[in-house]
Structures are given as C-alpha cells and as structure tokens.
C-alpha cells in the first residue's frame, strides 16, 4: 500500500513530443505528490508538486494531471527539448507527515531525440 | 548560497570494511535525510535527523547508522560491508521536517563494494 507505481520505464520522444509519465498509488492518506528531475551525476531536484484538490498544475512546459478517484496522477512534457533527457521521479508523501517519508516511484529514462 | 555537498563523491571499498559518508546541508537547514539509490531499488529512504536526533528511520539493518553534528552537518555509516551495499548514497536537506519543506539533495556518494 506504501507503493507508488511509475511508467514507463523508459521513454524516447522526438524534440517538441509531448512524453507523458504515468503514477499510481494506493495510500489515500498521500496528499502531496511531487516530481523529481535527475541529470547524470546529480542528485534529484525537485521539478513540481500538486496536491489533491487540484487536477491540474503548470509550471512552464511541465504539467501535472491529477486524478483522485483513480489515485493516479502524470507528468506531461510540452514541447520537449533535449535538454529535457533526464531521468523522472514521481513520488508521494502525507502534507502532515516528515518530509523524509516520501515514497518515490521506480523513475522514467527520457530521452528527446534532437 | 551554496548547495549541498557530498564527500567523497566516489568510493571503493570490499567487504567487510566500513565506511563513513558525509553531508553538509545548506546553511540554515536544520533536516538532513540520506537515501540508497540502486538501479534495482530506486531512491529508498534511510533515514532522517534534525536538530542531532533520528526523527525517521528506513528499513535497513543495523549496519546503516548515521548521526547529525551541532552544526547540521551529517555522517552515515555503513559497517561490515556487502556487495549489495553498492549505490549511490545521497543526502538531502531541508528547512524544516514536515513534508511542506522542499527537500534539496546533493550530488551523492557512489559507493562500490568489491
């Protein structure tokens, strides 16, 4: 029940694709669901976060649709660049409980193809 | 304001010796995190100190111990090593130790047990 579920596992897209990034979970006491960029060699950073009582949140090219009765949420990538070839994280946590005691997805190796 | 930082970013080591890892957080930051990144496993969570004391603690075995100086900084200990202690250990930091505290993570130590 603790397990956040993340696909694909990999991804290649053209530039200007739009790659989509799938999550579920199954805890309902999640109430915060971020996403995680990691370059090689670095460590994650952390890219947006929406919680549920929104079913969508921008930031840039990057949006999260949030669904709550399907306990599944996803990135989307607008305009991909190759910049974007990094690897993704979903994760989930409770708003009251520590920060630490977030539970992160498998991830998603993107690439965008120039 | 400088990120956080890792040392030493790359280590080899063979079994059955131990090993000492350190973080500094960013200045101010009170909560320091370290997870086990493996290609297996994915970012899984070890443990947690703020303000010196172990707040939250992973699934690991005892041989995983870590402690929290006065000044914030950050040690994770690792004894009696084992091949599958291979990955890379990364530490993060945070404000505060509720999940509203964005979490900053540093480059990571990649350890390699021969």
């Known amino acids: 029940q603790q397990q956040v579920k993340q696909s694909p596992q990999s991804l290649i897209v053209q530039k200007g694709g739009i790659p989509i990034i799938n999550c579920a979970y199954e805890?309902?006491?999640?109430?915060?669901f971020p996403w995680y960029q990691q370059f090689p060699g670095k460590g994650p950073a952390l890219l947006i976060a929406?919680?549920?009582?929104?079913s969508e949140k921008k930031e840039g090219r990057f949006t999260i649709s949030f669904n709550k009765s399907a306990k599944q949420f996803s990135l989307h990538i607008m305009d991909s660049q190759p910049g974007d070839s990094a690897t993704y994280f979903c994760?989930?946590?409770?708003?009251?409980?520590?920060?630490?005691?977030?539970?992160f997805g498998s991830g998603t190796r993107l690439s965008i193809r120039p | 304001k400088a990120g956080v930082t890792q040392t030493p970013r790359y280590l080899i080591k063979t079994r059955g010796q131990q090993v000492t890892l350190s973080c500094s957080p960013i200045?101010?930051?009170?909560?320091v995190s370290w997870y086990q990144q493996t290609p297996g496993q994915g970012l899984q969570f070890l443990f947690e100190?703020?303000?010196?004391?172990?707040?939250n603690k992973g699934n690991f075995p005892g041989r995983f111990s870590g402690r929290q100086f006065s000044n914030s900084r950050s040690e994770m200990n690792v004894s009696t090593l084992e091949l599958g202690d291979s990955a890379l250990y990364l530490c993060?930091?945070?404000?505060?130790?509720?999940?509203?505290?964005?979490?900053?993570f540093g480059p990571g130590t990649r350890l390699t047990v021969l």
């Open positions: 805890n309902t006491a999640f109430d915060y």
């Open positions: 100190y703020f303000s010196e004391t172990q707040r």
């Open positions: 929406i919680r549920p009582d929104v």
């Open positions: 993060a930091s945070s404000l505060g130790s509720g999940s509203a505290n964005e979490q900053f």
């Open positions: 994760a989930a946590s409770s708003w009251r409980s520590s920060a630490s005691k977030i539970i």
């Open positions: 200045s101010g930051h009170r909560s």
